[in-house]
């Protein structure tokens, strides 16, 4: 089983980066999908999370009306499409995978990692 974010770097604020999340040795489509960020010496933060069977989706205030969370089954992937970055949104970004619903997807701890993309927001 395995999760490769990529798709982080340096940006300007205001600026967009779109992170992706290929999957492998797993049945990607029957997996809720998550996106979870941590700044060192801080909370990990859940930011979103997409299910497996309808494709509904949940975000965190914080960037609510700013991020797009979706996912191509046919490719095995998932995409966070990240507008309008602030500085605040610099962090390690981190995709996750289970069998469960997005509800209190943000407390739970997935079954499967992704190792982590670096997203800094800086003029």
């Known amino acids: 089983v395995q999760l490769q974010a990529s798709g982080g770097g340096l940006v300007q604020p205001g600026g967009s980066l779109r992170l992706s999340c290929a999957a492998s040795g797993f049945t990607f489509s029957y997996y809720t999908i998550a996106w979870f960020r941590q700044v060192p010496g801080k909370e990990r933060e859940g930011v979103s999370c997409?299910?497996?069977?309808?494709?509904?989706?949940y975000y965190s205030n914080s960037v609510e009306g700013r991020f797009t969370i979706s996912r191509d089954n046919a490719k095995n992937t998932s995409y966070l499409q990240m507008n309008s970055l602030k500085p605040e949104d610099t962090a390690v970004y981190y995709c996750?995978?289970?069998?469960?619903?997005?509800?209190?997807?943000?407390?739970?701890?997935?079954?499967?990692w992704g190792q982590g993309t670096q997203v800094t927001v800086s003029s």
């Open positions: 997409i299910t497996s069977t309808d494709g509904d989706t």
């Open positions: 996750a995978a289970d069998l469960i619903t997005c509800f209190y997807y943000e407390k739970v701890e997935f079954d499967y």
